[in-house]
């Protein structure tokens, strides 16, 4: 599909980001008809990838926003999402981004600690409003990921703790501001073993059991993202499997009558529609292998250099057989190596080649460290 494509793109400077908008929208759908046959709510985690032709299709199939800055908020409204589809969390929210979001009438703050809590109610008095707030509960379930992109153990510094429970409930005779709504979860990112999202189920039956026990009964519940993709073989899974990740939920979480159920997916709806394009600037020899040296680095796609993660990488341009390189970028850092000993065709100065699965947390992580230029994007539709 890339190599056909890539006659229309020979003039673009590399790198570049591409995006198959056909895939992406063949994913919102498989997501969102599995979501609704169980009346669930999926809000689109922006942080994944902000870019308005993206956020336009996100938004045509019907998916509410989950920001986690005052500027995703803002970006979210501008696309079109309304206030009420809009959820915020985020560990260390600024007041400026909570006046922000109060002002903007957002469905609801996903909160993450008695301080927060406290300077919701400051700031929605203040404004004379009442805030929607969800507690994001740290359920201490292990998400079986990358420890770098764990969220839900105790010793991660997201959400409430359960032992602060107890001493937080009453609080809230004292915050006439705050209506609370519903509790919030999310274990992590890049799951791929469903076992987790079992586990979650349980806690969070468990959880809710004790809030009716205390006379709570919440209008919603939020189970966060964190579905993974198929970094490995992308050709073979480009869709995940919405099925059954959607079926767990529906087989063992205890929703009760009424009650809506949230989801916050990010990388499993737009990780397989975007590639980073790069040109083969140089290749090297190095001592065990020859290093490819592309014009796309850590500063375009940081993952590797990040949490060692690993991108398929293809050479759009040779059919040579096969050898072994090192492929590295640019930057003027070690850890610029997207992966090292990759069998490819052999491969010279002046080839394209593709980095797979980088729509989620590519572009919208990228930097402009040893003065890099602004990274384009394009969309085949
Ligand atoms: C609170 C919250 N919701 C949703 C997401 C989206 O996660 P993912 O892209 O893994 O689905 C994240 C990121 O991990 C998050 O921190
Ligand atoms: N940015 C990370 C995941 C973090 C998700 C947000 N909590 C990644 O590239 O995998």
Same mark, same amino acid.
């Given at each position: 599909?890339?190599?056909e494509?890539?006659?229309?793109?020979?003039?673009?400077?590399?790198?570049?980001?591409?995006?198959?908008?056909?895939?992406?929208?063949?994913?919102?759908?498989?997501?969102?008809?599995?979501?609704?046959?169980?009346?669930?709510?999926?809000?689109?985690?922006?942080?994944?990838?902000?870019?308005?032709?993206?956020?336009?299709?996100?938004?045509?199939?019907?998916?509410?926003?989950?920001?986690?800055?005052?500027?995703?908020?803002?970006?979210?409204?501008?696309?079109?999402?309304?206030?009420?589809?809009?959820?915020?969390?985020?560990?260390?929210?600024s007041?400026?981004?909570?006046?922000?979001?109060l002002?903007?009438?957002?469905?609801?703050?996903?909160?993450?600690?008695?301080?927060?809590? *406290?300077v919701?109610?400051? /700031?929605a %008095?203040?404004? $004379?409003?009442?805030?929607?707030?969800? =507690?994001? +509960?740290?359920?201490?379930?292990?998400?079986?990921?990358?420890?770098?992109?764990?969220?839900?153990?105790?010793?991660?510094?997201?959400?409430?703790?359960?032992?602060?429970?107890?001493?937080?409930?009453?609080?809230?005779?004292?915050?006439p501001?705050?209506?609370?709504?519903?509790?919030?979860?999310?274990?992590?990112?890049?799951?791929?073993?469903?076992?987790?999202?079992?586990n979650?189920?349980?806690?969070?039956?468990?959880?809710?059991?004790?809030?009716?026990?205390?006379?709570?009964?919440?209008?919603?519940?939020?189970?966060?993202?964190?579905?993974?993709?198929?970094?490995?073989?992308?050709?073979?899974?480009?869709?995940?499997?919405?099925?059954?990740?959607?079926?767990?939920?529906?087989?063992?979480?205890?929703?009760?009558?009424?009650?809506?159920?949230?989801? *916050?997916?990010?990388?499993? /709806?737009? %990780?397989?529609? $975007?590639?980073?394009?790069?040109?083969? =600037?140089? +290749?090297?020899?190095?001592?065990?292998?020859?290093?490819?040296?592309?014009?796309?680095?850590?500063?375009?796609?940081?993952?590797?250099?990040?949490?060692?993660?690993?991108?398929?990488?293809?050479?759009?341009?040779?059919?040579?057989?096969?050898?072994?390189?090192?492929?590295?970028?640019?930057?003027?850092?070690?850890?610029?190596?997207?992966?090292?000993?990759?069998?490819?065709?052999?491969?010279?100065?002046?080839?394209?080649?593709?980095?797979?699965?980088?729509?989620?947390?590519g572009?919208?992580?990228?930097?402009?460290?040893?003065?890099?230029?602004?990274?384009?994007?394009?969309?085949?539709?």
């Open positions: 599909m890339l190599k494509q890539l006659p229309a793109f020979a003039h673009h400077p590399t790198p570049f980001y591409l995006y198959d908008l056909e895939l992406l929208k063949k994913t919102l759908s498989s997501a969102r008809a599995e979501a609704e046959q169980y009346g669930y709510h999926v809000h689109y985690a922006l942080k994944a990838n902000a870019n308005a032709p993206i956020l336009a299709e996100i938004l045509q199939q019907g998916f509410g926003a989950d920001c986690v800055s005052g500027n995703e908020v803002k970006r979210a409204l501008e696309a079109g999402f309304t206030p009420d589809q809009v959820v915020f969390a985020g560990v260390g929210k007041d400026a981004e909570i006046n922000f979001a002002q903007a009438n957002i469905f609801c703050f996903n909160c993450e600690s008695t301080q927060e809590l *406290e919701i109610q400051e /700031l %008095a203040a404004q $004379g409003k009442v805030a929607q707030v969800a =507690l994001r +509960i740290n359920p201490n379930v292990d998400a079986y990921t990358h420890k770098h992109i764990t969220t839900g153990l105790e010793e991660n510094k997201f959400g409430i703790n359960l032992w602060e429970l107890e001493s937080l409930l009453p609080k809230f005779a004292q915050w501001n705050l209506q609370l709504i519903g509790l919030h979860f999310h274990i992590g990112s890049q799951i791929t073993d469903l076992r987790a999202y079992e979650l189920c349980v806690r969070v039956n468990e959880i809710q059991q004790w809030f009716e026990e205390q006379g709570i009964l919440f209008p919603h519940l939020n189970v966060g993202g964190g579905l993974g993709v198929n970094y490995q073989q992308p050709e073979e899974q480009p869709i995940p499997d919405f099925k059954e990740y959607f079926g767990i939920f529906n087989r063992l979480l205890d929703k009760r009558e009424g009650q809506q159920v949230h989801f *916050e997916l990010g990388r499993a /709806l737009v %990780a397989q529609a $975007g590639t980073l394009i790069t040109k083969v =600037l140089y +290749i090297k020899n190095g001592q065990k292998t020859n290093f490819a040296i592309l014009d796309a680095g850590m500063t375009e796609l940081m993952r590797p250099a990040l949490y060692q993660a690993y991108h398929k990488i293809e050479n759009l341009t040779s059919s040579l057989p096969e050898k072994t390189y090192d492929v590295v970028g640019p930057i003027c850092e070690s850890t610029d190596c997207f992966s090292k000993e990759v069998t490819l065709p052999e491969t010279k100065r002046g080839d394209i080649m593709a980095i797979r699965t980088a729509g989620a947390y572009e919208v992580m990228a930097n402009h460290y040893n003065l890099r230029d602004t990274v384009q994007s394009f969309y085949l539709s």
